[in-house]
């Protein structure tokens, strides 16, 4: 998917492992699958599971959830990742890598959820959850800045989709984003990348999310995405109510969704078909919202 990520398979991580949590070495290793772009994913027995960077852009994300995962994962009403290794550059891979236990759970499908209210629900009150944590010598998050300081590349991401998305329609909506007012509040934690692969569901319910590569302190709308990118729109109110987003909030959180989904579209179109189809999806539902 990306010029400067590295070939990472079973053999690797398995050579990995026995040189630093000799242990586990017995345990099988098995690769996942998964439209994640940063990390690659290796179930290592029944418990764990290994997760090493593709590219170095991926590292600061590794070691931020290395730091912060311990200190978030009490205060939030699901599981969360966590940390039980620390592995070293070694046997030719050059970066740091994780492992974590394993939480059970699937990811869910839009247009497929079993029980979206209830669903919608639990993720707002996860973003609730995760805005109360003390933001104090938190990160920058990676996607909680302003809205604004997107504006040029999903301009560029539009032009390179013209003729593949209704783009009129498309520019009109972010362009009616940019007026939503900005967040003037105190910084406060925010996922950063709440989307369907770093969801996971048990029985129609919210089991964990994943994935806090993203995650910092900042304007907390970026965290309404999930209202696009998962929720049918019959269950949007009740995501909103339970996450408690006012009307400036919930225009910014439309515009992150809208923009995310312009940049990742033209990159991923060939490379990442999961995560393409989950972009087509959220242009759709912006659009059809809008009328």
């Not at 099988?28 to 990390?39: H, K, Q, Y």
Request: with cysteine; hydrophobic share 45%; aromatic share 8%.
């Amino acid at each position: 998917m990306h010029a400067d990520e590295v070939d990472l398979d079973a053999p690797l991580v398995r050579r990995l492992i026995a040189r630093r949590y000799p242990q586990w070495a017995p345990l099988p290793v098995r690769r996942l699958a998964s439209s994640g772009t940063e990390n690659a994913m290796f179930r290592l027995g029944a418990d764990l599971l290994v997760r090493l960077p593709r590219r170095p852009g991926a590292v600061p994300d590794l070691r931020l959830e290395q730091r912060w995962l311990p200190r978030l994962g009490p205060l939030l009403p699901v599981a969360v990742p966590e940390p039980v290794g620390l592995g070293e550059p070694d046997e030719g891979y050059p970066w740091p890598w994780s492992v974590y236990r394993w939480l059970p759970g699937s990811n869910p499908v839009a247009g497929a959820l079993r029980d979206p209210e209830r669903l919608a629900e639990d993720l707002g009150v996860f973003v609730r959850a995760l805005r109360r944590a003390d933001p104090r010598g938190a990160p920058a998050g990676y996607r909680v800045g302003r809205l604004r300081d997107r504006d040029e590349p999903t301009r560029a991401a539009l032009a390179e989709l013209d003729g593949r998305v209704h783009t009129g329609a498309v520019t009109a909506l972010w362009e009616e984003a940019l007026r939503a007012p900005a967040h003037t509040g105190p910084p406060v934690w925010a996922h950063g990348d709440l989307s369907p692969g770093n969801v996971l569901v048990d029985e129609g319910r919210l089991s964990a999310v994943i994935d806090f590569g993203c995650a910092g302190a900042g304007d907390p709308a970026v965290d309404l995405i999930v209202a696009w990118n998962l929720l049918p729109a019959s269950a949007r109110d009740a995501f909103r109510k339970a996450a408690g987003a006012d009307d400036a909030q919930w225009a910014r959180g439309r515009g992150w969704a809208l923009s995310i989904a312009l940049i990742q579209l033209p990159y991923y179109w060939d490379t990442n078909p999961a995560l393409a189809e989950n972009s087509r999806h959220v242009i759709a539902e912006i659009l059809a919202e809008a009328g």
